[in-house]
């Protein structure tokens, strides 16, 4: 039997609800951080949408298997890192729905992926996943992508709470906390006038 036809191309507002669906299930196996964030509403994801229309350098992709859409990928060209000057293409949100899983459309968005780079001039491809997911780890190692960092997010209350914690008590530990404490206070001075300078 020959293989279903692939096609990817840029999304449209007739994919939303598909869309939706996608993000939410991506959106679904972050694990613990994850709770108590509301997953993307279709308003958001259309916001999205025509954002990445108007922006020349993102591509928000969708592979369509008989009409059906089968898989989604974000594309931005930006910076590798915030301390590099090499630009990359980045991957983001590469999702295959289920039942269209090992029939080559994840292949098929990441040569789209490849294509986008070479069209940006971009010296790496780089693709943000979670690592808890190990067959989209798997899938991604298969075709050389290598580990570079792990991003880590915590709520802020959470962190803020942390910090300012008792942690078992001690002269050290009120002074960290005296310390950490200062270091919240902290504000970015507020803009001068044009033409002004600051004191000092």
């Known amino acids: 039997m020959a293989r279903a036809v692939i096609s990817v191309r840029e999304a449209r507002s007739a994919d939303l609800p598909e869309l939706a669906e996608s993000w939410a299930r991506v959106h679904g196996v972050l694990g613990p951080w994850s709770r108590g964030l509301p997953g993307p509403t279709a308003e958001e994801l259309a916001v999205v949408l025509r954002q990445a229309q108007a922006t020349p ?8 298997v008989g ?4 898989g989604m990928a974000y594309l931005t060209y930006r910076p590798l890192s915030p301390l590099h000057g090499v630009r990359a293409a980045h991957v983001d949100y590469m999702y295959v729905r289920d039942g269209f899983r090992r029939g080559g459309v994840g292949r098929a968005l990441l040569a789209a992926a490849a294509s986008y780079a070479e069209e940006c001039g971009a010296a ?10 190990r067959d989209a780890n798997r899938f991604f190692a298969r075709w050389g992508f290598a580990a570079v960092s792990v ?4 709520p802020t209350p959470v962190l803020r709470r942390m910090l300012l914690g008792d942690g078992g008590g001690g002269r050290g530990t009120s002074r960290r906390r005296e310390a950490a404490r200062r270091v919240l206070q902290l504000r970015r001075p507020a803009p001068l006038p044009e ?6």
């Open 57 to 64: 350098d993102t591509r928000f992709l969708v592979a369509s």
């Open 67 to 70: 009409g059906a859409i089968a």
């Open 124 to 133: 790496q491809v780089a693709v943000n996943i979670h690592p808890g997911l």
């Open 151 to 154: 991003r880590r997010a915590v």
């Open 195 to 200: 033409g002004a300078e600051r004191a000092g």
